[in-house]
Every structure is written in C-alpha cells, then in structure tokens.
C-alpha cells in the first residue's frame, strides 16, 4: 500500500510540474523562425525573422551588402521593455572599421521605435538596441551592414567573414 501511494504522489506532483512548465512557457516567449533565444526572463513579446536570425557572409569582397529583417510584437497586457543583442559573433577581418551595420525601426503605431546610426560591427557579442514596446505594437527592424571602400589598401580582407544572430532580451517591468 505504501508503494502505490509514493508512486500516485510522484505522478501527481511531476503532471502538476509539468503544467506549471507549459503554463510559464507559454507566457514568456513564442518565436516564428528557426533562431531560438539564450535566455528569457519576462515579458509577452512574439519574435518575427523574415528568413531566420542568421547573420552570415562568406568570401566578402567591397561593396557586398547584407539587409535582415526581423519584427518584435507585444502580445501582452503591458508595455515592455527589451534589449537587442548580436550574439555569436564572428568577424574574421583584419580591418573591423571596414563592416559598417545600421539599424532601422518602424512601428505599426506610428510610435517612434529607436534605430541605430551607422556603427561598425563588433568583434564580439553586442547589446545594439534597447527599446520599449506598447500594448499590441509591431516593431520591425531592418539592419543593413555593409563593407566600405576605403583608401586604404583592403586586399587583406578579401574573402573573410562574418557571422552572428539576433537576440532579443525582455526586461522585467519595474
């Protein structure tokens, strides 16, 4: 009799374990896509990749450009504050001040929603944005990196590459 009754209580407590896991899942994050993000804490945001949220270029020559579009939606009860982060990034040139990437915002609301100017792409992880998101407000994103010209002797960096994926961080509302 003890034994049925220590295995109905495990059986019990792991279904009950497991609803609260679906229920919370369910609550954090839902993502459309094939990128996945490293850590959520807080916050009902839907993340939106057109293709994926893969950053990659191979064989680099001057003048090659890469745009990615990705969309952040609130689909909860509150505004919501989030970060944007590059993460896992890889930029093999010798010349980094070479790969420029700005950031473009629009918002379904008409609600400004910050971009970011021209800025070089990092060597190494990056938060590049941090931005608020309204009650049923889509925010969608363009980057756009580029690799300049310059004067200055580039054939070093001649079929290098870079690579990286975006990440987006809810905060906690406070």
Not at 53 to 75: A, C
Not at 82 to 104: A, G, H, I, M, W
Not at 129 to 149: A, D, G, H, M
């Amino acid at each position: 009799m003890k034994k049925n009754t220590k295995v109905s209580i495990f059986l019990i407590l792991l279904i009950i374990i497991t609803l609260i896991g679906i229920t919370f899942g369910y609550f954090i994050l839902k993502i459309s896509g094939t990128s996945k993000p490293d850590s959520v804490t807080s916050g009902n945001l839907e993340l939106f990749y057109e293709d994926n949220g893969k950053i990659n270029m191979t064989n680099m020559m001057l003048g090659d450009t890469l745009s990615k579009t990705f969309s952040v939606e609130n689909t909860g009860t509150d505004n919501v504050k989030y970060q944007v982060y590059l993460l896992d990034v890889k930029n093999t040139l010798n010349r980094s001040q070479d790969l420029l990437f700005t950031v473009e915002c629009v918002s379904n609301k008409n609600i400004s929603c910050n971009g970011l100017s021209e800025k070089t792409f990092p060597v190494e992880d990056l938060k590049i944005l941090e931005n608020s998101i309204s009650i049923n407000e889509k925010q969608t994103y363009t980057i756009n990196i580029y690799y300049v010209r310059s004067e200055d002797n580039q054939s070093e960096d001649f079929g290098k590459m870079f690579s990286s994926r975006i990440n987006i961080t809810p905060l906690p509302n406070q």
